[in-house]
């Protein structure tokens, strides 16, 4: 009768395809986010005055990490949804938020033309954002995840992670070539009467319809119509609370991604300004830095696929907890760009490989009927937390550890402990917690 039943359920016509269509919004979400934490020093000017540039800067940061807190709001509102009507109409939504946001962004005038006006309105921008991005990537790893083949399910949902280092490139390419060829000392410089950090936004704007386009032909996974029963938002919210240990631990599994993530993309322009290195260098390491992590993603889920999460992830958290402060010393002693690329290769490697594990990892961790809420609430807590205030924090340890550039070393260090710790707890027995309770049950 279940085989009958299977039999008659649509499958996935190309695995490709999907793969694509399900990651384009992905695109969109970190190449929006990426450049307001990339061009935060140009957008402090622009809509956080402030009585000195540091000040400014962490204005910037903080509705950064703001419009993140919205992550977990999102996560579970968006997250039901999608666990109740579908992966492919969910992540319809979400693209249209995010979408939102962006042009909100794009076209909010300056604090110089209406005031604090335009600080609430880009802060309204930035929470419409977190809101949409507390469910995609959830949505996204789920759907991938779902579309797997056997056996396959970590190098399946690493491209979720892989599609949105080929945003990082896209706009790391933008705002390189900017500065190389359009005169001007800062991108509050006008071409036109438009500033140029508002270009890369624009740009993002009128990729919007494409995407769209993408995801409207995306296809239901065959795992969520073969479903007998989908749950109600109140089977949905009280199955999450149910299950709040594994979301935890999902959490902490997950910080190190999100801080070392947020630590080579979008704090690399502040840090490489702390280091006194010039911002088109920082921004072609920062290129080459979302070509590798592109590369390492799908190698962490292959690998993890065949030895195991377990070890991939203790291993990597191990090598990030003892080499990131000698590793930033050694860079900040006397730096060079030759320096930050091989330190940003290094943590690259360990970013790309640890993400590309931890996705399949979370993905098997939940429950199977809240997958997308459990799964989106976990990661939304991580980043939303953590790895979204990793420039906030980089710069506030810098400042307060008497201009020690090493020190922003000590919150990845505490984002590998809590990987570390709570990997022990999940794969204790070489069984995940799902499957120790199952069979307790």
């Not at 793969?19 to 990339?38: V, Y």
């Not at 000195?52 to 940061?61: G, I, K, R, V």
């Not at 939504?93 to 880009?122: D, E, H, K, R």
Request: with cysteine; glycine share 10%.
């Amino acid at each position: 009768m279940s085989q009958s039943s299977s039999s008659q359920v649509p499958q996935i016509k190309s695995r490709l395809g999907a793969i694509l269509r399900a990651t384009s919004g992905n695109f969109l979400e970190q190449f929006d986010f990426f450049l307001f934490g990339f061009y935060a020093q140009d957008i402090a000017k622009a809509f956080f005055p402030a009585q000195n540039e540091t000040a400014a800067l962490l204005n910037a940061y903080g509705v950064f990490w703001l419009g993140a807190l919205m992550r977990p709001v999102g996560a579970v509102v968006l997250g039901s949804y999608i666990d109740r009507i579908g992966r492919r109409q969910g992540l319809i939504v979400t693209l249209a938020l995010m979408a939102l946001g962006t042009v909100v962004i794009a076209f909010c005038p300056s604090y110089a033309s209406i005031g604090i006006a335009a600080t609430i309105i880009v802060l309204i921008g930035r929470l419409i954002q977190g809101f949409s991005a507390g469910v995609e990537l959830g949505g996204v790893s789920v759907y991938l995840s779902e579309i797997a083949t056997p056996g396959n399910r970590g190098f399946y949902t690493s491209f979720q992670s892989s599609s949105q280092q080929v945003a990082i490139f896209v706009a790391a390419v933008i705002g390189f070539v900017l500065r190389e060829v359009i005169p001007g000392d800062t991108f509050l410089d006008a071409i036109g009467g438009v500033a140029k950090w508002r270009i890369p936004f624009f740009i993002g704007c009128l990729i919007i319809p494409v995407i769209f386009m993408l995801r409207r032909s995306l296809e239901e996974t065959p795992a969520f119509l073969a479903m007998k029963k989908h749950p109600t938002p109140s089977e949905v919210f009280a199955s999450a609370i149910e299950n709040w240990r594994i979301v935890i631990l999902g959490m902490m599994i997950a910080v190190l991604t999100t801080t070392t993530f947020y630590f080579i993309t979008v704090y690399a322009p502040g840090f490489g300004k702390e280091l006194h290195l010039s911002a088109s260098g920082t921004l072609l390491v920062t290129l080459l830095v979302a070509v590798t992590n592109f590369i390492w993603n799908p190698v962490g889920g292959a690998l993890s696929d065949r030895i195991g999460r377990k070890p991939v992830l203790i291993a990597i958290a191990s090598l990030s907890f003892v080499t990131a402060y000698p590793a930033l010393s050694w860079l900040a002693h006397e730096p060079t760009l030759g320096k930050l690329l091989a330190v940003q290769m290094m943590f690259s490697f360990y970013f790309g490989v640890y993400s590309g594990t931890m996705l399949g990892c979370l993905v098997e961790i939940v429950p199977a009927h809240v997958r997308t809420t459990c799964f989106s609430i976990a990661f939304a807590l991580a980043a939303g937390i953590f790895g979204t205030s990793t420039p906030f924090v980089a710069t506030k340890l810098i400042a307060m550890t008497g201009q020690d550039k090493a020190s922003p070393a000590y919150w990845l260090m505490f984002g590998a402990v809590l990987g570390i710790i709570a990997a022990l707890i999940v794969y204790r027995g070489g069984q995940t917690i799902e499957q120790r309770e199952t069979v307790a049950a």
